[in-house]
């Protein structure tokens, strides 16, 4: 199967803003694309993201990812309090979650997630329960809204990828100090 649109890519550092990722140019509506789509796609992307969960159970993605864009966008944004439907629906996909999990008798404990988007809101939770939610940066690329864990020392990262949104800024500062210091 061909596919006709951009591969999703893993660049966030983190499978559950990789998820929120897999729609590219978020914050631009007229570019704005779901770059996963259907049963399998979701699997191979799973596989690609490294999540460990039995297949399947691929339905409630779209839903917690949509989610979860719309509470990242209002942390980063200062907005207080936190949207309430995407909080309804992310408590609802992690309250599910762990109804549906099993907890082997094991230690340390750890909750075994019964399909993708379960393992997802598990993780959601933890990622967001946990020191790396400070860490979670968005992308300053005009339109791009992708979301990264900022693993700098001095916390300063901007781009969701230096070779891309990155890439862009320097082509447009070029262009901008050419613009400048060419005659008139
Ligand atoms: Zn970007």
Not at 5 to 24: C, K, M, S, W, Y
């Amino acid at each position: 199967m061909t596919l006709d649109r951009p591969e999703p890519q893993f660049i966030a550092g983190h499978p559950v803003l990789d998820l929120v990722n897999t729609v590219a140019w978020r914050t631009d509506d007229a570019r704005r694309t779901e770059r996963v789509t259907g049963a399998r796609e979701w699997a191979r992307w799973a596989a690609g993201a490294g999540i460990d969960a039995p297949p399947g159970g691929a339905d409630g993605l779209p839903a917690l990812r949509n989610a979860l864009g719309e509470i990242l966008d209002a942390l980063a944004d200062g907005v207080r309090p936190l949207p309430s439907a995407p909080w309804q629906e992310l408590n609802r996909a992690i309250v599910g979650a762990r109804q549906r999990a099993r907890l082997p008798a094991e230690l340390p404990l750890r909750w075994r997630p019964a399909g993708l988007a379960d393992a997802l809101a598990l993780s959601a939770e933890e990622l967001l329960s946990g020191p790396d939610a400070e860490r979670i940066g968005r992308c300053q690329g005009p339109g791009c809204g992708w979301f990264y864990l900022d693993r700098t020392r001095a916390g300063n990262r901007r781009w969701c990828s230096s070779g891309d949104c990155g890439n862009r800024a320097r082509a447009r500062r070029h262009y901008a100090r050419n613009a400048q210091s060419s005659p008139r």
